[in-house]
């Protein structure tokens, strides 16, 4: 007999998530999560995935008939997308300037493609000239970016002109929208994007476990037109189709439970309007923005390209950017990250999402930033900052 493990009830700390994601969940997304179950084919639950569906194009602002909820979490949404997409032999034009377009680049070499680059620094956008040369030499059948990278707080420019690039050349554009979508402006079908996946906790603000995808007829056609189906059956999305479509057959049992709370989310989204959403990430980040430019720290990336909903703040002269992050976890229950990769030491990564794009949270992390500063010795004028988000605020 193996004895039964003796665990305490459950009791996670209170957070205030303001890092990369998860942000934190509205509670009216909590109180949906606790309803009762319904099976993955109960007429009540086709009703809602329809909702759900119809709350998804929205968000996306597109016409997209294919818009559905992949289970699982953002990468999820993003393998079906590359791999549906991308068959053996293809080329696959990705970014260099993030974690993400790395993250992308795998999907496609593991989906059969032959991955190539287009370059930009950590910490900047692309070039649309860039993309076009990329094109030019290398004619991939499939190019992907990423709208709004998490790993530098990079929000790229001009999306218009890199679809235009690409689909001059002949080549499907997926965009990774995962900390765009219900945050800062997107706009799939005016941008003329063929497919976007995205995630439900970042500007959602919906715990993770069922993600946004959508494809225009053009990635779905070329979907459906296959030689080979798509390595992944899971995520197979001309299986998927018999679930998500007309059919409404099963395929795999939806995770009922996060669809409730996506549907909640995407409710949020639609009772406060999506331009006034985009408008509140905009004014909550630019008073973090302007806290922490008083206290003498600027942002990574220019204003051009600056993303509110993900802030990578340089590391202050005089502190070690871990030490900051364990004081301000331990002193006020607050989460936010380190930089990643090449950024790596530099930045601490601040989100301002959803639930969490709100005054009292942006004074908490400015004031616990200055407290840290305080206590740690760093070299800034951590009153000013104060001073200045509240006057942003105001
Ligand atoms: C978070 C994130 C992902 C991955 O989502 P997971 O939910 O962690 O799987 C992909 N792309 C970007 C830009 C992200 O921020």
């Not at 559905?68 to 590359?82: D, L, Q, R, Y």
């Not at 293809?90 to 991955?115: E, H, I, K, Q, S």
């Not at 202050?316 to 950017?321: Q, R, Y």
Request: contains cysteine; aromatic residues 6%; glycine residues 10%.
């Amino acid at each position: 007999m193996i004895d039964a493990p003796d665990v305490e009830e459950l009791n996670p700390p209170q957070r205030t998530l303001m890092g990369p994601g998860p942000s934190p969940v509205h509670p009216r997304v909590l109180k949906a999560m606790s309803t009762p179950l319904v099976g993955h084919l109960d007429p009540s639950f086709v009703e809602m995935m329809d909702e759900t569906q119809e709350l998804l194009r929205y968000v996306f602002q597109t016409d997209n008939e294919w818009t559905i909820p992949v289970s699982g979490t953002g990468s999820a949404a993003m393998e079906a997308a590359i791999g549906n997409l991308v068959e053996p032999g293809d080329t696959f034009l990705a970014p260099t300037n993030g974690y993400f377009g790395d993250r992308m680049a795998a999907m496609a070499r593991r989906a059969g493609g032959d991955v190539v680059r287009v370059g930009a620094p950590w910490g900047e956008p692309l070039d649309p000239d860039d993309v076009a040369d990329a094109c030019e030499e290398f004619h991939p059948d499939v190019f992907g970016f990423v709208h709004a990278e998490t790993s530098t707080g990079v929000k790229q420019p001009d999306v218009p002109a890199l679809t235009e690039a690409a689909h001059d050349h002949g080549a499907l554009v997926v965009a990774d929208t995962v900390t765009s979508i219900g945050g800062v402006e997107l706009k799939v079908d005016e941008w003329d994007i063929d497919a976007a996946y995205a995630g439900p906790q970042k500007c959602l603000s919906c715990p993770p476990g069922a993600s946004p995808l959508t494809l225009n007829d053009r990635a779905m056609d070329k979907v459906l037109g296959r030689e080979e189906p798509a390595r992944s059956w899971y995520l197979d999305l001309s299986l998927l189709e018999g679930y998500w479509g007309d059919e409404r057959a099963y395929h795999h049992t939806a995770p009922i439970t996060n669809v409730y709370a996506l549907r909640e989310a995407l409710r949020l989204v639609a009772e406060e309007g999506i331009e006034e959403r985009w408008a509140r990430h905009r004014e909550m980040a630019s008073a973090l923005k302007a806290g922490v430019e008083a206290m003498g720290l600027g942002l990574n990336p220019e204003d051009d390209y600056w993303l509110p909903s993900l802030n990578a703040v340089l590391v202050p002269d005089g502190v070690d950017d871990g030490d900051v992050i364990d004081y301000v976890l331990e002193q006020y229950d607050l989460e936010i990250a380190a930089g990643l990769g090449d950024l790596s030491g530099d930045v601490f990564r601040v989100g301002c999402m959803g639930h969490g794009a709100r005054p009292e949270n942006v004074t908490l992390v400015v004031a616990a930033l200055a407290d840290a500063f305080d206590a740690l010795g760093a070299d800034v004028d951590a009153a000013a900052g104060l001073a200045a988000t509240r006057e942003a605020l105001r």
